[in-house]
């Protein structure tokens, strides 16, 4: 009986291995470095995480319109969205590490270096930071760069190829042929040629060891030697690794890396969520009501249309954009307000100091500067919360400001026309909406509200500061970015009924919608078909200035084949929403809606 040799691995295929098993283990690094550093943010708080700190300064640094394309893009996915390209860098750069690091373990460790520094700056970059907050990523840079050391160089020793010796043996071979022995084997030191003992069958000649023994001969039938000891299955002995480190060695510290990050990242997170949890906090607030409560808004607000939005955004459906990663958690024992800069009487305010003032309601449409023509980022609710104007006149205004800045728990600043805040409009520090506690994604515990401007500009969400300044001396956070100073809500209107690219029946066809105007209010809203005349569709009632206004229109005799159905607003001014299509940035989109329906 015969044992086959297999055959060795071809040159090509062995450093495909290699280069991916230095590939796995910078990923496995960088596994282990991310974990070390959500876990050490679980005491310094959630958004001094590697990964998020570096998120938020990447935000800060996004040239505008980049930012504009990404809303456009992924809307309120976007954060999600840079998260994920984040994660996906740092997978490119791991890999990169791992193949660096398999040539000189020195340079794959510095990338890990170089993405702490990366994080350590981009903690230390937001408003407010401590020295504290650089721990998270120090604490990955350092775990990341020593993994990567330790697995390169394992997998170095596992895969540098090493000839084993055979200096003073030479294993016979099989066969009558005459064979060599090794020096101080009986009859060979004078070169004896030893020939095939009797009895045995074939012809076989038995090795002898250093010791005198005879070495068992694999197959004697067949006259085969078994391989050399330590000589690896292809019995070449070349691939024997240097060390004596084997491949089970590598894979096992690349696993326990990997076991590591997950097991600290998804730790680290869960000890964070915990430690950082206001969810009890917020549920034990207890909202007065308002000293004059509004009456509820009336059902005639809202036509009976399929498909046409609630005229009362629920708060689970309210839009959200900010730059915010992670959610700030304040905890309102712990929150204040400040009201400083030009006043004559800075005011502390604490959230039960807040609760304590008589509380008004505003029923008010609040939208976002980035929403596009007919776009989803506007919504409508009752507010609830102290008055601005009246903590601004308790202050004591100085002559000379006109500008409010009100600044963010994560370093976001807003800044508003001080003269619109004092001209009687209901301005107010929000602590509820929708007849509960803000929620923690709108602001929690405090937020401002100013009617007529974008949330850019008139909405602080998580405010713990006011600050009255003038245009002048300090521009806000968007306005260093280029948006107009101001952000006054332009006039919009928007088709829902039906839904761009319906199906619908030839006949009569129900078209409804929506505009706004806030502080300014809806006074007419037109349709035409196809280029048409301009026909006016019928208004729901009138909830007020601050609220948007639904509308419908009854298109009578529909002919099959497609249609193109354009909308259009006229504000309680006068004036007439612009066809003009202008994007966004720098003041808000305008333009008239339109969607296109085929009737069958």
């Not at 040539?103 to 937001?126: E, H, N, Q, Y």
């Not at 016979?172 to 045995?200: E, S």
Request: with cysteine.
């Amino acid at each position: 009986m015969s044992t086959q040799t297999p055959t060795p691995r071809s040159p090509v295929r062995r450093r495909t291995v290699r280069l991916a098993a230095a590939a796995a283990t910078g990923l496995a690094a960088a596994a282990a470095a991310v974990g070390a550093g959500e876990l050490v943010a679980a005491f310094t708080g959630p958004e001094t995480a590697p990964v998020y700190a570096v998120g938020s300064a990447t935000i800060d640094l996004t040239p505008t319109p980049l930012k504009e394309y990404a809303v456009r893009t992924f809307g309120t996915n976007d954060k999600p969205a840079l998260l994920a390209g984040i994660h996906l860098t740092m997978a490119l750069l791991a890999v990169l590490a791992g193949l660096l690091a398999h040539r000189r373990p020195t340079l794959g460790a510095a990338v890990f270096v170089l993405f702490g520094g990366i994080g350590v700056w981009a903690a230390l970059s937001r408003p407010g930071a401590t020295p504290a907050d650089a721990a998270p990523a120090l604490a990955a840079g350092l775990v990341g760069a020593a993994a990567m050391l330790v697995l390169a160089r394992l997998l170095r020793r596992a895969t540098t190829p090493r000839a084993v010796g055979t200096a003073a043996t030479e294993v016979p071979t099989a066969g009558p042929a005459a064979t060599t022995l090794p020096a101080g084997t009986p009859g060979a030191a004078g070169g004896d040629r030893v020939g095939p003992p009797a009895g045995r069958a074939g012809g076989e000649v038995p090795a002898v060891d250093r010791a005198g023994g005879e070495v068992p001969a694999a197959g004697r039938a067949g006259g085969e030697v078994a391989p050399q000891a330590g000589a690896e299955a292809a019995g070449t002995g070349r691939d024997r690794p240097a060390g004596g480190t084997s491949r089970r060695t590598v894979l096992l510290a690349t696993g326990g890396a990997l076991a590591f990050g997950a097991v600290a990242g998804f730790g680290g997170r869960a000890l964070s969520d915990r430690r950082y949890d206001i969810g009890a906090a917020r549920a034990s607030v207890r909202i007065p009501p308002a000293a004059d409560p509004l009456p509820p808004l009336p059902a005639a607000l809202h036509p009976a249309v399929p498909g046409l939005s609630a005229f009362t955004t629920p708060n689970a459906d309210f839009y959200r954009v900010d730059t915010a990663l992670t959610l700030p958690r304040i905890d309102p024992g712990h929150w204040s307000l400040r009201i400083r800069g030009m006043v004559d009487h800075p005011l502390l305010l604490t959230f039960d100091d807040l609760l304590r003032l008589p509380l008004e309601e505003l029923d008010h449409t609040l939208s976002c500067v980035s929403n596009e023509v007919g776009g989803p980022y506007v919504g409508t609710t009752r507010w609830l919360g102290a008055s601005l104007p009246a903590l601004l006149r308790r202050a004591g205004v100085r002559p000379g400001a006109d500008q409010l800045v009100g600044r963010s728990q994560d370093g976001m600043t807003i800044g508003t026309p001080l003269e619109s805040v004092l001209d009687g409009r209901p301005a107010l520090l929000a602590v509820a909406m929708d007849g509960e506690a803000l929620p923690v994604a709108h602001g929690f515990p405090c937020r401002s509200v100013v009617p007529g401007f974008y949330g850019y500009t008139s909405a602080t969400k998580w405010l713990v500061d006011l600050d009255v300044t003038t245009f002048a001396a300090y521009d806000p956070y968007w306005v260093r970015r280029g948006w107009d100073r101001r952000g006054e809500v332009r006039t919009a209107s928007r088709i829902e009924v039906p839904a761009p690219f319906a199906r619908v029946p030839a006949g009569d066809v129900t078209l409804a919608g929506t505009a706004w105007a806030t502080h300014r209010g809806i006074a007419a809203v037109e349709v035409r078909i196809d280029a048409g005349p301009w026909q006016p569709a019928q208004l729901a009632a009138d909830g007020g200035p601050d609220l948007w206004r639904q509308w419908t229109h009854t298109w009578t005799g529909a002919t099959p084949g497609p249609h193109r159905i354009e909308v259009r607003a006229t504000d309680a001014s006068g004036a007439v929403q612009t066809e003009q299509r202008t994007a966004p940035f720098p003041a808000g989109a305008t333009g008239w809606h339109s969607t296109v329906v085929t009737v069958t």
